[in-house]
Structures are given as structure tokens and as C-alpha cells.
């Protein structure tokens, strides 16, 4: 990976995997050695997708320790949503994950992503937004949920591109310092 970032003179880099609950770390020692192997070979922005590595402080801090510039775990839907939409992560070990990164992070930016269209209420998305903004989420992202295959719980709305301007313009209103939000 590193080698290929290098060689395509890559200025922004984002680094995920699949859930790796199989193993021990979470996965954290493949993404700290992936962050030190393109730090050294390349000056791209390195932004991480991590999980939430079931809570386990030591493998977040093992993350946080390689430098990435961003850390991004996404709390995906409103919380009454997330036992369904989510069955194996839970919304506060997510929105503590967020905190670790801005208390432990030395200026890493933390950065989480919601889907619309699973059913939430308006007041159920802005009270989203506010508990990521109060736990030191700086980047947020906004976008349309998509059934990926007819296994997945179906789409209950597609949210128009005038609602995700408004709720942008709300995100940034509550801090965040970028949103991308359509």
C-alpha cells in the first residue's frame, strides 16, 4: 500500500479494512503499520477508518500513537436506530471512541459519517450531530443510505438534496469544521 501511495503521489489517503473483530487487536497493529510504512515512504494526508475495537482503549491509543492526520469511525444512525443498524457496536462506545481521539489524539482530527433514509426523525439526526459535536468530532459527513444487497434492511426514504444542504448548513452551525453533507 505504501509503495502504491507513493507512486501515485497520492495528497490524501484513506486507509479501512473490513471489521476485523477476528482478530485480538481489532486490526490496530495492521493499521499502525500500514500509517508507518506510507509516513515513511510518502507526505500524503493519512486518514484512517477504524472500528470501534469493541472499546478497547489500549488498540485506539496503538492507532493514535502511529499519527494519522484523521481518525474517522462512523457512528452510521441515530442511536435508537443502531441496535438494528448496527447490532455488534454500540452508539456511546462510538461517540467515546470520538472523545479519546481529541483528548488523546495531539491534534489528530476526528471525523464520523451518518446515513439518512433508515427511518430516523429530524430531531433524532440533529440530536446525532450534537452528541458527535460534544465529543470533539471535527469532520462530518452526511449521506444517503443504500441498500447494498437484498439482505440489508431497506431504504425507508431518499432524503432529497435540498434536506442534506439543510442539515450541512446545521452541522456547521453546531462547529464542525468541514461537512460534506448530500
Same mark, same amino acid.
Given at each position: 500500500?505504501?509503495?502504491?501511495? !507513493?507512486? +501515485? ?27 508507518? @510504512? ?7 494526508? #493519512?486518514?484512517? &477508518?477504524? /472500528? ?11 492507532? #493514535?500513537? !502511529?499519527? /494519522? ?11 435508537? &436506530? ?24 495531539? $491534534?489528530?482530527? !476526528?471525523?464520523?459519517? #451518518? +446515513?439518512? $433514509? &433508515? ?6 439526526? &440533529? ?15 452526511? $449521506? ?5 444487497? /437484498?439482505?440489508?434492511? /431497506?431504504? #425507508? @426514504? ?13 452541522? !456547521?452551525?453546531? $462547529?464542525? @469544521? ?5
Amino acid at each position: 500500500h505504501a509503495e502504491a501511495v !507513493a507512486a +501515485m503521489g497520492l495528497r490524501h489517503t484513506v486507509i479501512t479494512s473490513v471489521a476485523r473483530d477476528d482478530l485480538s487487536d481489532g486490526g490496530s497493529n495492521i493499521f499502525a503499520q500500514t500509517i508507518r @510504512e506510507i509516513r515513511s515512504r510518502s507526505t500524503t494526508v #493519512i486518514e484512517v &477508518l477504524v /472500528p470501534d475495537f469493541r472499546g478497547h482503549e489500549d488498540d485506539l491509543q496503538r492507532v #493514535i500513537d !502511529a499519527r /494519522p492526520e484523521v481518525i474517522n469511525h462512523n457512528i452510521e444512525t441515530v442511536e435508537r &436506530l443502531h441496535p438494528v443498524v448496527r447490532p455488534s457496536a454500540r452508539y456511546a462506545r462510538s461517540l467515546e471512541l470520538l472523545r479519546r481521539v481529541k483528548e488523546r489524539g495531539n $491534534g489528530i482530527k !476526528a471525523k464520523s459519517g #451518518i +446515513m439518512l $433514509g &433508515l427511518g430516523e426523525q429530524p430531531d433524532e439526526v &440533529l440530536q446525532t450531530l450534537r452528541d458527535l459535536r460534544e465529543h470533539g468530532c471535527d469532520l462530518l459527513t452526511i $449521506g444517503q443510505y443504500l441498500r447494498p444487497s /437484498p439482505n440489508h434492511l /431497506p431504504v #425507508i @426514504e431518499f432524503v432529497h438534496p435540498d434536506q442534506f444542504r439543510e442539515w450541512g448548513e446545521q452541522a !456547521a452551525a453546531l $462547529g464542525f @469544521e468541514n461537512v460534506a453533507s448530500g
